[in-house]
């Protein structure tokens, strides 16, 4: 897609500007984007245990790659910490294996580093989504997150998977896109969807409320197995549209709604089935 952005900026006197990328089972598409952030200054990668050669790829592009297995939750907002703290700033650019930066977007960013805006401590970045080979227009997607900044002005709390960041000061906003390509498979969706439902479930037990939405645990649970996946359904497919995005739509809703599901099952199971286990064997 030509304006994704590929190759080398052309240093000149600015802010250094640190990538910070957290992976796992990354192999198939991290050479893409490290290829693409190769203009910043220093690349550090934090890998929760990758067995598809991910960690080899990385290496290839820098020797700032950390072993973390994400805390006793296993949460990728751990290893961001991780990262954020290894990294040596002055400022720091958060990405994912799955997003790219437009040439506009690098433009605007390295603008910022040779003038920073005075009390401007991080920036929200819009972004647009690539879902299953189309770009989503509905279904509430489109939003900006925060995810440029100075080094020790944003942490992420690490009490759930989709945590907002915890940002100390003034934050701006910036112009141009980030482009998403979340779930190229419906594979990969599930994938991600095991690992941080996984992970937020005895979490959620643990403070009473989290996961993707940080949503109290339901009084009436098993009632919210079926009505909070419609729900989500009704919010994505209806309220916001997405069935104006064709048949991508409809999956997305879908499979946000499955999400849902799947979600809060497993904080019934941890409830239910797990500790009923551990009874019996008593």
């Known amino acids: 897609m030509p304006f994704i952005l590929v190759g080398l900026a052309p240093k000149t006197q600015r802010s250094n500007l640190s990538v910070v990328l957290a992976v796992k089972d990354e192999g198939q598409q991290i050479r893409e984007c490290l290829e693409q952030v190769r203009f910043a200054d220093e690349i550090v990668v934090v890998d929760m245990g990758s067995r598809d050669g991910t960690v080899e790829i990385c290496r290839e592009f820098t020797d700032r790659v950390i072993q973390h297995d994400g805390g006793p939750h296993r949460l990728i907002h751990v290893n961001k910490n991780v990262g954020f703290e290894a990294a040596e700033g002055p400022w720091i650019l958060n990405l994912d294996a799955d997003e790219r930066l437009t040439h506009a977007l690098r433009d605007e960013i390295l603008r910022l580093l040779e003038a ?19 770009y989503l227009r509905y279904g509430g997607f489109r939003g900006s997150l925060v995810r440029f900044f100075e080094k020790g002005k ?33 594979a990969d969706f599930v994938r991600k969807m095991n690992l941080y439902t996984s992970s937020d479930a005895p979490l959620t037990l643990e403070h009473g409320k ?14 919210k197995l079926f009505t909070a996946p419609l729900s989500v ?38 409830k239910n089935v797990t500790s009923k286990q551990v009874e019996n064997r008593e």
């Open 154 to 186: 944003l942490r992420y709390p690490e009490d759930r998977a989709h945590s907002t960041p915890e940002v100390d000061g003034k934050v701006g906003q910036l112009e141009n896109l980030v482009v998403h390509f979340n779930h190229r498979r419906i």
């Open 116 to 134: 920073p805006e005075n009390g401007v401590v991080a920036y929200a970045l819009p972004f647009t989504h690539y879902f299953f080979g189309k």
């Open 233 to 270: 359904f009704w919010k994505r497919y209806v309220r916001h549209c997405g069935y104006r995005d064709g048949v991508h739509g409809f999956f997305a809703a879908v499979l946000l709604a499955f999400y849902q599901f799947v979600e809060y099952a497993k904080v019934w199971e941890l």
């Open 210 to 223: 989290g996961g993707l939405r940080n949503r109290p645990i339901p009084s009436h649970l098993r009632w």
